[in-house]
Each structure stands twice: as structure tokens, then as C-alpha cells.
């Protein structure tokens, strides 16, 4: 079984994948959600989990440089939640302070235009977040 690693925005939440091993993640795709709407696109969360065989979830949490949980954390939590309670996959929380950052100072390294970027950060960040939990199990 896989494991699927979400980084959950309040207008996107990046998706990677665990190869089957569980050594590496792979980016699957960025999902547009209206956190304001109550649309968390949950359906497509499991379609994903279907399609890549997934077990467990592990889903960013952004905690304060403090160590507190503030708003974006609570959502994360929140959204964590809703995945075991509707689709009844096991959910991780992991801290990713700074993961979305380090994804954007990869992709700016490589060059990659900024309309690109926007693209691709929040899946690269899942993938960030994906890859330090895999990478800690081992």
C-alpha cells in the first residue's frame, strides 16, 4: 500500500504519492478547494486514494515558529479529520514549517518562471512533506 501526502491551502491542497516501497514521493496534482465554501474536494481525495492503492494519509501541518497551532493548523486538523471521518483513511498530521518555502526556493533555483510556479508549489510542498515523513520512518 501507498501513502498520500496532502498540503492543504484554503484554495488548494497539493497531492504526492509514495512510490510502492515507500522510499519516495512523487507529485500527483495541485485540487482547487473553496475552503470559504465548504468545498474540499474530498471526492477527489478518494478517487486518488483508490487509483494509488493509498492506506494512510499524511497531511501538512503548519504549526507556528513557536511551536502553536494557528489558524492555517486548526484547517489542516480540520481537514485531516473530515478524510478519516468521510473516507476513513488513517491521517497523519506533520509538521511542515517551512515547506512550501523551501519548495519555492527549489523551483526559483531551477529557474522556473513564476506563472509556472503558482502551478506546481503546492504539490511540490506535499511532496516535501510526504518525503520528510517516509524519510523518518526508515
Known amino acids: 500500500m501507498r501513502i498520500m501526502g496532502l498540503d492543504v491551502g484554503s484554495k488548494t491542497v497539493g497531492v504526492a504519492v509514495s512510490d510502492a516501497l515507500g522510499w519516495t514521493a ?8 473553496s475552503e ?9 481525495i478518494e478517487e486518488l486514494a483508490k487509483e494509488h492503492e493509498v492506506d494512510k494519509v499524511i497531511v501538512g501541518f503548519p504549526k507556528n515558529m513557536n511551536n502553536t497551532v494557528g489558524p492555517r493548523g486548526e484547517a489542516s486538523q480540520k481537514y485531516a479529520k473530515l478524510i478519516e471521518d468521510k473516507l476513513g483513511i488513517k491521517t497523519i498530521l506533520w509538521d511542515e514549517r517551512l515547506s512550501t518555502m523551501a519548495a519555492e526556493r527549489i523551483l526559483l533555483e531551477a529557474d522556473v518562471s513564476r506563472k509556472k510556479r503558482k502551478k506546481v508549489i503546492d504539490k511540490m510542498a506535499a511532496v ?3 518525503q520528510g515523513y ?5
Not at 512523487?26 to 478547494?33: A, K, L, N, R
Not at 470559504?36 to 477527489?44: A, H, P, S, V
Not at 517516509?134 to 526508515?138: N, P
Request: glycine residues 8%; proline residues 0%.
Open 26 to 33: 512523487q507529485g500527483v496534482e495541485t485540487i482547487s478547494i
Open 36 to 44: 470559504q465554501e465548504g468545498k474540499f474536494r474530498l471526492d477527489r
Open 128 to 130: 516535501m512533506i510526504l
Open 134 to 138: 517516509l524519510d523518518s520512518q526508515k
